[in-house]
């Protein structure tokens, strides 16, 4: 629906009689008719858009969640810590209360389900 027509819509719900001719979004009283600026146009259709929202759908939105942790080693240098703590098992380091989240925009998709 383009802005004139959202306009003549608008107009109409309000008992407003009106039509578009010629491009022309028209308002008519009797016999008359007078031509609507631009500018109430773009107000009539901006009504309209308030009182006609697009319908809701649902969004499956995937997040990764980064859980901070750490575990203290005995090493020679920064790279040898590393290297010791990679080979350590996971259960093994301290959770931290620090975290994140990131949304993983590219999987973001519609959906059908409720959860």
């Given at each position: 629906?383009?802005?004139?027509?959202?306009?003549?819509?608008?107009?109409?719900?309000?008992?407003?009689?009106?039509?578009?001719e010629?491009?022309?979004?028209?308002?008519?009283?009797?016999?008359?008719q007078?031509?609507?600026?631009?500018?109430?146009?773009?107000?009539?259709?901006?009504?309209?858009?308030?009182?006609?929202?697009p319908?809701?759908?649902?969004f499956?939105?995937?997040?990764?969640?980064?859980?901070?942790?750490y575990?203290?080693?005995?090493?020679?240098?920064?790279?040898?810590?590393?290297?010791?703590?990679?080979?350590?098992?996971?259960?093994?380091?301290v959770?931290?209360?620090?975290?994140?989240?990131?949304?993983?925009?590219?999987?973001?998709?519609?959906?059908?389900?409720?959860?």
């Amino acid at each position: 629906m383009n802005t004139q027509e959202k306009a003549l819509a608008q107009l109409k719900s309000n008992g407003i009689d009106a039509k578009i001719e010629n491009d022309t979004v028209y308002v008519c009283v009797g016999d008359s008719q007078f031509e609507i600026a631009e500018f109430e146009i773009n107000f009539q259709a901006k009504l309209y858009d308030e009182a006609n929202p697009p319908a809701k759908r649902k969004f499956k939105v995937q997040a990764e969640c980064i859980t901070y942790c750490y575990i203290v080693v005995e090493a020679t240098s920064a790279d040898e810590a590393n290297d010791i703590a990679r080979d350590i098992d996971g259960g093994d380091f301290v959770t931290t209360e620090d975290g994140d989240w990131n949304i993983l925009n590219s999987l973001t998709q519609e959906t059908e389900e409720n959860d």
